[in-house]
């Protein structure tokens, strides 16, 4: 007769991993625990001896050393120790010594290895150090979402009506007209089929070569004045962005927000399947993102926008809900202020006329990097054309800024306490005086300067001339990559933000033991994070500004191994959805959404994942003092 | 240990074991117990980190040996060292009819759970064998030595002897009622609770649901860990801590 430790068993079916485990497994396990009482101040596990049990704090508090006698975790009740020596050859890794009076439940290892072989989530827990068990937590969310799932081909109703490239714009908008469709495919018809297998009809065997919208017959060819007879080749737009028939729903969604763009012809392969529409998804998702950026264009006013404040909060707790993924919800919400710029650059230009000269208004830090989340200031700049001369222009371009920045700032994007907008005059320059500073914060980097590179090197074009930005994109990706004494010095203010080592009770506990009551994840997890993967990416030479596309772009360089940055991946991704999901929480609870987060709000699931997400962030800062050791020296800057 | 605790130990006139076994196993009539006799106890002066022990819990029907039951016994094997769930042993047994069940609510065994269980003598055998060659460690040692010794006079014809480490005891050794002093009464200090639950909480030990045979003999087992580990050395001599 099997004897029920219905203690035992409760207590370890409330804490992970044997919180995945099915009762009667916790039934079978419970009556192979032992157990033992030690005393505040016992050695529980020393370095290299024999190991032959997984540890269980039942209560008490038991703290874990690396093996040069630094701290590497304090636990407390429901935490594990001992399984790295198990898992490898029974031999103690991280010795382990009570810190408060402690009951242990020790689990013999046959039973450990039992449990690790029978069941993937006990095993996914204890088997790699950080990794594994953040890919887990990441991966679940990932496949939890149903944005994801759903292929972008389900919401093509038809195939795509076209007309050869060779048409009239008369014979376009005939056809447009007689199908009832507000776009047209333009195809090459001297592209031959290539799969001659399929059966559709042979127009939609051939290679797309362009899109033309009842929007573009407004504004390009009645607003123009063409006659009927021009080619459709001439008005259309060429190679127009599309999706692959596989590619997910909430991607097509992002493409949309991101280009505002309101078709979108989806192909298989090169061949055109069908062209998906706004009201599509709108129809397929009625609170999205996108209805909310269709509504961010029809304001005519400031005050109008500002009315869609409770909306994009709304929209940002709905997509975590369906649990977006962090790289998903950053992007949508950098759409979101986009396009919240950009209609007020539409505004602004409205009420003072056209510009004087060219411009490019530019977004920086995590707008750029597609980052943003519901709690942010702006930062932006304006770039204008050489030949700008001040005493002509400025007057017009400080209004528009003014117009801008204020008008951000009334939507909820408040003002950058650094003064980092297109407001003050040093951040309104023209191109030449742009490459200027670059070339100086390269070449010659002091403190103030770096802090300028590290928001100013993650850049993007919002409105105007996107050809301004990319020049200096250039002139960055070729310039930093070669100077070494300023990546550096940007690898050494990357350092100047550190991880906490992980949570121990109700507290947030730092490397060198002491408690705190809170924690800024973005300051001490998310910040640091995208700060050194900003100099690896400037050291590789890319010109991706998102942080997980600037990782695609260091793992193509043999720069840091591949695991290294699939953990960095994991790391961000994970840190950036905690920081989501509590933004979330305070909106739910009719708090001021903000960075911090109260160790009590977190669960234990989530602080072993953040305590591994520390970790990663921690070697890799160690990673970072490695490959540029010069700063051993200078640190104190 | 102080002088004074020890005085007070040896007040009791706790037997020597192994002589008292070795005598009974010659006396003893039924061949359950002589089995156990046989296998006899420790000596005197084994240190306590050398003895096998067992802690021992039951749930009765009410206080008196005379008037209530055995309901449930629960037996965990340990030593200083380890508490071992493997080895542990539970049984719920039916009292004899003429004794009542009120208490049954008390405790978390139904009326359906004790009319499916067999009666003590059942698992007597059983019972015995693992207490075999064990000291054995109990909270309040009236109620465990009382109950057994009356279950078997009734089912056996015979009572038992066995020695046990009893942790209220020892509660009580190390925070002796302090009745005189005039510091204490000054100050109004309340007395200690010896209880298995207060005893616990004095050493950081978590709070389990009570009144279930097993649960129970697991927080003794834990709590003589505690204790030895606290206030005593682990090689103390067992005859300083038995009765």
Redesign the interface.
Known sequence: MQVEFIEIRDHLSRFPPFDGLDEDVLNDVAPQIEISYVRAGTDILQFGEDSHYLYYVRSGAVEIYRRNGDLYNRLTEGDIFGHFGLLRDNKVRFPARAIEDSLLYLIPDRLFKQLCDEHDSFADFVEAEGQSRLKTAVDTQAKASELMKIKVRKLVSRTPVTAPMTATIREAAGIMTQESVSSLVIVDPESGPAETSSGPAPAAQQVMVGIITDRDFRTRVVAEGLPAQTPVSEVMTGHPITMQADDSVFEAMLCMLRNNIHHLPVVHRRRPIGVINLSDIIKYESQSSLYLVNNIFNKQSIKDLTRLLPDVRATFVRMVNEEASAQMVGSAMSSIGRNFTQRLLELAEGQLGPPPVPYCFMALGSMARDEQLIVSDQDNALILDDSFVPEQHDAYFLQLATLVSDGLAACGYTYCKGGIMATNSKWRQPLKVWKNYFNNWIERPNPETLLNSSIFFDLDSVYGEAEMVESLRDLLAEKASRNEPFLAAMARNALNRTPPLGFFRTFVMEKDGEQKNVINLKRRGTAPLTDLIRVHALACGTKAQNSFERLDAIAKTKLMPPEAITRLRYALEFLTSVRIRHQAMDIDQDREPDNNIEPEMVTTAERHNLKEAFQILSNAQKFLRYRYPSLQSTRAL | MTERQRRSAQAEHTPDWRTLFASLARTARHPHLVKYYQSGAVAADTPLDEVPLMALDMETTGLDPKKHAILSIGLVPMNL??????G???RVVKPPSELSSESVAFHRITHSDIEAAPPLAEVLEELLDAMAGKVMVVHYRNIERAFLDRALQHYLGEGIHFPVIDTMDLEARIHPRQKTGLLNWLLRRPPESIRLADSRRR????Q??SH?A??DA?AT??LL??QV??HFRTDIAVCELWR
Request: proline fraction near 4%; aromatic fraction near 12%.
């Open positions: 060292e380890r508490i071992r769930c493997q542990s042993l539970y050493y950081g030990l978590p389990y649901q279930h097993l649960t697991l087992a834990e860990q505690a580990a606290t």
